[in-house]
């Protein structure tokens, strides 16, 4: 570990009143406890020049303490003559051009009635002279809550009056009556030029707005009352020149990122928060304590937990290192966190943190005698300063010079130390999954366990390689150690390719943001659909499908070979392959993914079959049943399917189709189609059935032409149903003719007319004897098929018709056998039949059956 000590820089004896700056910094620290405030009432000017202390109570105004130069002319501080604005509170001091090339320091003090004053310090005379007092805000009954500038923009949050809010929910009016704005600047000689005022969001919550580093400006929810219900889990990240927001959370990093626009319509805040609502309601993130931007234009995040984040400008949140605390901290905890290089500092209950950012491990914690604000110096950024009510301190590391330092900001988010991190999750899972125990293990338990020492050989070996990417050459004179670096080339590779990625479409624009995400996607699901699936790349197809459903459908078009030939059928060329993905059995029944009410496998994820089905009815229905029909014809024909048939365990494919659609009358036709394209009897009964409830006649009329040639059975069963529905209604008169066609050949008159008694509507509760009804079945309707019947039972049998027709009657008599002797005793010998006795059975049976039949009839 790395030795720090504490160096004083100045005891304020070389600012002007130094001893009523002491005395008020102790007074601070002591309301700074009891108050419980946000933000410290002490600004530092970022050449550590200056001290502005701003007074609340009992008095109003601001207070400045400047650094002596020449001690000739140097003065004593007078409080800013703010004129009536006294009555007034001041919302905060910002230091506007402190790196342009006039060395002189320009402030502006907002006030909370929306008045800024620019005052600029003169080095000559060492005093501050107020330049021009101008009115921020358009409206004059505006309440300033927060400001910040950024680049050449000042930037604040105003409360409007509830008339002024232009919210379509009067009762959200108290919640969301704030305005996001901002305005450009312009030093002049004499003065500043103010530009328009625009407003960036509408009716939004109450937003503490705080700048960073290159054009970056974060909105925190600084009111949790005004911050309804989601609005607390989120705060937003803004560019102003470019007018893109972003929406993150501590718990998920950037979730959504849109332009803004000039309409109200994008800039009102409901509709920018719309998209992402559902996600929020998910999520718990956890409170944030205290927050502070850094150089580089991340935003250091410290949680209730004690968790240590940083937010990168690209949307990346990475954690840095989680303090050992006896007591979980709130927002009255006097907190003070800077980045400085690589290094982080943080003072907690009197104690300073040092923490390397590259690796996140704790350099040194050093106890303070009292309360401190660190704080960042321009001329000397990589040294840690602080402010207390002794004076100025600068924290050394012990025989390093920390000017010495050369780290750019760009340090804290180095692909090699990503790399790292994910050295240590992968770590995590691979012990997790080896573990007995239940225990959710986390990368903080394997560091401090002491269970994985490969990621320190691992980071060594990352660090090489960062370094020698650059040189493309291999370390020489390493042994096994090139050798081990040049097998993990690929993967190392793979990893910084990844981290690319992820800031490239973090910074993308919408629309090379869409081309990105279908290749991505396009990818995905042909490296899924070529691969024999497993539990957790199914999972990762189900995460695919609902969040990208276009690109998916898309993607699927590509990998099947999806589309139609010339008579507009479908046709899919997939190789075998995916047809084998495809068609991979289903281990237990999936819930339709249209239906909320049914439930979800056991194991959360739904098979690739039914993925297919809902893609097809979402963005092309009519491919349906015809990709069914394709489905099972390589089911039948494929040897890996259980031998070309179906094993009883199976769902056979239509009824895996049919549970994708919704359960209610929205895809009749799709089930009709999918249940004849089975070809099963069944099937077809229960199509027929679902076409007559949509009195759909001809289709009927059609299904039963073509399905009655099948089988005899079937055929006897597609009559019997439609003999039925004939029978209560008059609306299948033009379908009668075809419908007598499909008579079976075993159908009686008897068996006809009870078909027809049965099926007949039942009567009204009142008679009446000459009472008619145009929707009543008549005999007249019966007679062609009657008739027909009739014909066929009249008409003599053809079984013997050989035998009747012969040229001999009776026939000839067989030739007698010779006598035989039986074989025992016991057996009689077999009798010969004559032939009259034949003769006579023949002509009883054909009598009998043809007297039979019109006798039964005239009954």
């Not at 130094?18 to 419980?36: A, I």
């Not at 604040?156 to 509830?162: I, Q, S, V």
């Not at 290192?321 to 290089?341: E, H, R, W």
């Amino acid at each position: 570990m790395k030795g720090f000590a504490l160096e004083q820089i100045t005891d304020f004896t070389d600012f002007t009143r130094g001893g009523d700056l002491t005395e008020f910094l102790k007074q601070t620290d002591n309301v700074f406890n009891m108050n419980n405030c946000r933000s410290h009432p002490v600004r530092v000017s970022p050449d550590a020049q200056h001290i502005h202390a701003i007074l609340q109570k009992p008095k109003r105004g601001l207070v400045t303490f400047d650094r002596i130069q020449r001690v000739a002319v140097a003065q004593s501080p007078s409080y800013l003559d703010t004129g009536s604005a006294l009555s007034v509170p001041i919302v905060e001091l910002l230091y506007l051009d402190s790196g342009s090339k006039d060395s002189s320091a320009l402030v502006a003090v907002i006030l909370e009635n929306g008045k800024a004053e620019f005052w600029k310090y003169w080095e000559r005379k060492a005093g501050w002279d107020l330049l021009q007092t101008s009115d921020l805000c358009n409206s004059s009954r505006a309440k300033v809550v927060s400001v910040c500038s950024s680049g050449k923009f000042i930037i604040w949050c105003e409360e409007r009056a509830a008339s002024e809010s232009v919210s379509a929910f009067p009762a959200a009016r108290n919640n969301f009556r704030y305005c996001i704005c901002k305005r450009t600047y312009e030093r002049e000689e004499r003065g500043v030029r103010l530009g328009g005022v625009k407003i960036t969001l509408h009716n939004s919550p109450c937003y503490r707005v705080l700048a960073a580093r290159g054009d970056v400006v974060y909105l925190l929810p600084d009111n949790q009352e005004a911050a309804a219900g989601n609005g607390s889990k989120f705060f937003l990240t803004w560019s102003p020149k470019q007018d893109r927001m972003t929406i993150s959370s501590v718990c998920k990093g950037a979730l959504l990122s849109k332009t803004l626009h000039s309409t109200k319509k994008d800039s009102d805040y409901k509709t920018m928060i719309s998209e992402c609502v559902g996600m929020l309601a998910t999520i718990s993130p956890p409170e944030i304590c205290s927050v502070a931007p850094t150089s580089c234009g991340g935003l250091l995040l410290l949680l209730s937990s004690g968790c240590i984040s940083l937010l990168q400008s690209d949307g990346v949140l990475r954690q840095i290192y989680t303090l050992a605390l006896s007591c979980p901290l709130d927002c009255s905890n006097q907190i003070s966190m800077q980045i400085y290089g690589s290094t982080l500092a943080c003072i907690v209950y009197r104690t300073l943190y040092l923490v390397d950012t590259s690796t996140g491990r704790l350099l040194e914690n050093i106890t303070l005698k009292t309360d401190g604000m660190l704080f960042l110096n321009s001329r000397e950024k990589n040294g840690i300063h602080f402010l207390s009510s002794t004076g100025m301190y600068l924290v050394k590391e012990l025989g390093v010079d920390p000017t010495s330092k050369q780290l750019g900001c760009s340090d804290t988010a180095r692909p090699d130390a990503a790399l790292v991190e994910a050295v240590f999750e992968e770590a995590c899972r691979y012990y997790q999954r080896r573990s007995l125990s239940s225990t959710q293990l986390t990368v903080e338990k394997l560091k401090s366990g002491g269970m994985f020492q490969a990621p320190i050989a691992l980071s060594s070996i990352l660090g090489v390689y960062m370094k020698t990417k650059k040189d493309s050459e291999l370390p020489q004179g390493g042994g096994g150690y090139s050798k081990l670096l040049a097998s993990l080339g690929t993967e190392l590779e793979s990893l910084v390719a990844l981290e690319q990625l992820k800031a490239s479409v973090v910074s993308a624009s919408d629309r090379k943001l869409s081309i990105s995400c279908e290749t991505l996607v396009g990818q995905e699901v042909n490296r899924l659909l070529f691969s024999d699936l497993d539990r957790d790349n199914l999972l990762y197809l189900n995460v695919i499908f609902k969040t990208f459903p276009r690109e998916f459908w898309q993607a699927l078009q590509a990998s099947l070979r999806l589309g139609s030939n010339g008579e507009g059928f479908l046709t899919a060329k997939a190789a075998p392959e995916v047809w084998k993905t495809v068609l991979s059995p289903v281990q237990s029944a999936p819930a339709p993914l249209s239906s909320s009410q049914q439930q979800t496998p056991s194991n959360g994820a739904v098979p690739v079959f039914e993925l297919i089905c809902h893609s097809l009815f979402t963005f092309q229905p009519k491919w349906l049943s015809r990709f069914v029909e394709l489905a099972q014809q390589q089911a039948g024909a494929s040897s890996w399917n259980h031998g070309g048939k179906e094993s009883p365990e199976s769902v056979p494919l239509y009824k895996r189709a049919l549970r994708v659609l919704p359960r209610e009358g929205q895809a009749q036709e799709l089930q009709v189609e999918l249940l004849l394209c089975s070809q099963r009897p069944n099937a077809v009964m229960q199509a027929m059935r679902i076409l007559l409830e949509l009195r759909h006649w001809e289709r009927v009329a059609e299904v039963a032409q073509r399905f009655s040639q099948q089988s005899p059975l079937l055929n006897k069963e597609i009559f019997t149903t439609l003999l039925c529905e004939v029978s209560q209604h008059r609306d299948l008169d033009p379908y009668l003719d075809l419908l007598w066609t499909l008579c079976p050949e075993d159908m009686t008159v008897t068996s006809i007319l009870n078909i027809v008694l049965k099926s007949l509507p039942p009567c009204g509760s009142e008679h009446k004897p000459f009472r008619t009804d145009r929707n009543q079945m008549t005999i007249g309707m019966l007679k062609p098929l009657l008739n027909k019947v009739l014909q066929r039972e009249t008409k003599p049998s053809q079984r013997y018709a050989d035998i009747l027709q012969s040229p001999s009657f009776p026939p000839p008599t067989p030739p007698r056998q010779p006598h035989t002797v039986p074989r025992s005793v016991t057996e009689p010998a077999m009798p010969t039949v004559s032939a009259p006795s034949i003769s006579s059975s023949v002509n009883n049976t054909s009598v009998d059956k043809g007297c039979s039949s019109p006798r039964h009839e005239n009954k």
